[in-house]
């Protein structure tokens, strides 16, 4: 069983920053991919931004220019440092790990707010 824990999220006005980490507690096969799904109210949950254990990095193209996916010192963590937030990056903001076909896990989420 792999858990996510995440960290960061909050209240930001538009225009400001904010850094997600999330951290695996263990990896459980060697091609994987970890990042970001946010789901608004009302909306279907939707990809931000991904990295594979190869480094190759997919982005929304809403935040392309704007959020970046980082793996940090540890493999099992990948943080995302998000810029220029605007209002309608409002979400809650959930870490995926996919070790496709071991399995599939997500973090429990956090809120990201924007105000205008």
């Known amino acids: 069983q792999v858990q996510l824990v995440e960290s960061g999220g909050g209240l930001v006005q538009a225009g400001g920053s904010l850094r997600l980490s999330c951290a695996a507690s263990?990896?459980?096969?060697?091609?994987?991919?970890m990042g970001w799904y946010r789901q608004a109210p009302g909306k279907q949950r939707e990809l931000v931004a991904t990295?594979?254990?190869?480094?190759?990095?997919n982005y929304a193209d809403s935040v392309k220019g704007r959020f970046t996916i980082s793996r940090a010192n540890a493999k099992n963590t990948v943080d995302m440092q998000m810029n220029s937030l605007k209002p309608e990056d409002t979400a809650v903001y959930y870490c995926?790990?996919?070790?496709?076909?071991?399995?599939?896990?997500w973090g429990q989420g956090t809120q990201v707010t924007v105000s205008s």
């Open positions: 995926n790990a996919d070790f496709s076909p071991l399995g599939n896990y």
């Open positions: 263990t990896i459980i096969y060697s091609r994987y991919s």
């Open positions: 990295m594979t254990s190869g480094g190759s990095t």
